[in-house]
């Protein structure tokens, strides 16, 4: 299995429609975060968490919020979908070393607003 | 704002030879620089980590350098093969920050 679940892998949702991403991780890490890629941008934070009490907002968070359920879930939501929230969402865990230490990405999300 | 800045966004090389990437960086002093190899369609991994004061890192067939002078990482697959055809991120973290800020990557391309 994965050490890092999103689902859906693929979705399409129309503009104004709330819509939930998920994401689960077996790493055993307190740390999550929320990325978007889009063409020729590269991968964008929107939001990270350290542990279930702790949530901060990442460049681009406008549009976003999320949820951390439990150290090993961490979900992304979408209150209002608009088109140019099309892209490719990731999620991923890393250790407590911050940018000494790896970071483990999962599968990512398409998600296509219409 | 830092900006991160790869070297061109396609390479193609031949099999054999080897792929040199280019990743640049400006307003930023970061005290950790990775490498991501990104395959179509699917999650970033990990390849490299490279510290400040760290002047080269090896795994392989892979090669990372970190110049803080002149603000550049080099990133080196010798005996390149088809396989190693990918999107190669890179990725700067300083030290006690959050999150790591990435580059928009480089696609390369190993013709057999």
């Avoid at chain 2, 990133?75 to 088809?82: D, E, G, R």
Wanted: proline residues 4%.
């Amino acid at each position: 299995d994965a050490d890092v679940t999103q689902t859906p892998r693929n979705r399409i949702t129309k503009t104004g429609k709330r819509i939930m991403l998920e994401c689960s991780q077996t790493k055993g890490h307190d740390r999550m975060y929320w990325y978007r890629q889009d063409p020729g941008l590269g991968l964008r934070l929107i939001y990270y968490s350290f542990d279930v009490k702790d949530i901060n907002k990442g460049e681009i968070s406008d549009g976003y919020s999320v949820s951390r359920q439990a150290q090993a879930k961490f979900s992304l939501s979408l209150e209002s979908a608009i088109p140019n929230q099309t892209a490719l969402y990731f999620c991923a865990t890393s250790g407590p070393k911050g940018g000494d230490t790896e970071a483990f990405f999962g599968q990512g999300t398409r998600l296509t607003v219409v | 704002s830092q900006k991160i800045e790869q070297n061109s966004e396609a390479l193609n090389i031949q099999e054999g030879k080897t792929a040199t990437l280019t990743c640049n960086y400006t307003n930023y002093s970061p005290a950790y620089l990775q490498w991501y190899r990104q395959d179509p369609g699917r999650g970033p991994v990990f390849l490299l980590l490279i510290r400040e004061n760290e002047k080269e890192k090896r795994k392989e067939r892979l090669k990372v350098t970190f110049d803080t002078t002149l603000k550049q990482s080099l990133f080196h697959i010798t005996a390149s093969q088809p396989a190693d055809s990918a999107t190669y991120l890179c990725a700067l973290s300083s030290s006690g920050a959050n999150n790591l800020f990435f580059g928009t990557g480089t696609r390369l391309t190993v013709i057999p």
